[in-house]
């Protein structure tokens, strides 16, 4: 089945830094990579998504980039501020081997330092 | 606009006791998934309807874990009997199809079985 593995686990910067992290996945058939972020005590929410017919999606200071070839994701935050600390998970989905299901990362602990 | 709904927000009970956990899904939205976050696992899905009919169950991890779907509205996941191996955030969300479209989460249930 479909794995998708996420780096790094935890990620620290300095205000006004970019972040990136990154996820591969196993399933050459993954169709849709979203990206959610996690507040403590709160549910994932959704932050940016891209789907297998682009490569790069953009969204204010939030970015995704999709390599099929090789199998990887990416997001990019600049300009990071104190409230994009958080945890960060990468998930891949595919219709032909998972039915849909979102199958996700293991997820960043970003840490953004004033 | 409303988000997914879920009720309680904490529940701590003891060993053996039956747990129902309740799920409203955004208005809409045709797919419904249960999942379970805990620092080992990270997040799994245990179980999705669509349409009100459970399409993947191969998640839920024993037989002690029951859900149902009753109508579009509302969900329910229930353990009977309730194990301390059962501690666990446990998460709605919600999509307005299985495939290849954003989830919704709830802000989850924390349960504590003593």
């Known amino acids: 089945g479909e794995n998708v593995e996420q780096h790094p686990s935890t990620l620290s910067v300095q205000e006004g830094d970019s972040a990136v992290i990154k996820c591969t996945y196993s399933?050459?058939?993954?169709?849709?990579f979203p990206w959610y972020k996690q507040e403590l005590g709160k549910g994932p929410q959704l932050i940016i998504d891209?789907?297998?017919?682009?490569g790069e999606k953009k969204d204010q200071r939030i970015a995704v980039t999709l390599n099929k070839t090789a199998k990887h994701f990416s997001l990019h935050i600049t300009e990071t501020q104190p409230e994009d600390s958080a945890v960060y998970f990468c998930?891949?989905?595919?219709?032909?081997?998972?039915?849909?299901?979102?199958?996700f990362g293991q997820g960043t602990e970003l840490s953004v330092k004033p | 606009d409303a988000g997914v709904i879920q009720s309680p927000r904490h529940e701590v009970t003891e060993m053996g006791q039956e747990v129902t956990l309740r799920c409203k899904p955004i208005?809409?939205?045709?797919?419904l998934f249960w999942y379970r976050q805990t620092m080992m696992r990270g997040l799994e899905l245990l179980i999705y309807?669509?349409?009100?009919?459970?399409?993947?169950d191969s998640g839920m991890p024993e037989d002690r874990f029951s859900a149902k779907m009753p109508n579009a509205s509302f969900s329910t996941l229930k353990i009977q009997p309730s194990e301390p191996r059962d501690s666990a955030v446990y998460f709605c969300?919600?999509?307005?199809?299985?495939?290849?479209?954003?989830?919704?989460f709830g802000d989850g249930t924390r349960l504590s079985i003593l």
């Open positions: 969300a919600s999509s307005l199809d299985r495939v290849s479209q954003p989830q919704h």
């Open positions: 399933d050459s058939a993954s169709n849709y």
């Open positions: 891209i789907r297998s017919n682009v």
């Open positions: 998930a891949a989905s595919s219709l032909r081997n998972q039915g849909g299901k979102l199958i």
């Open positions: 208005s809409g939205h045709n797919s």
């Open positions: 309807f669509n349409n009100n009919v459970p399409i993947d």
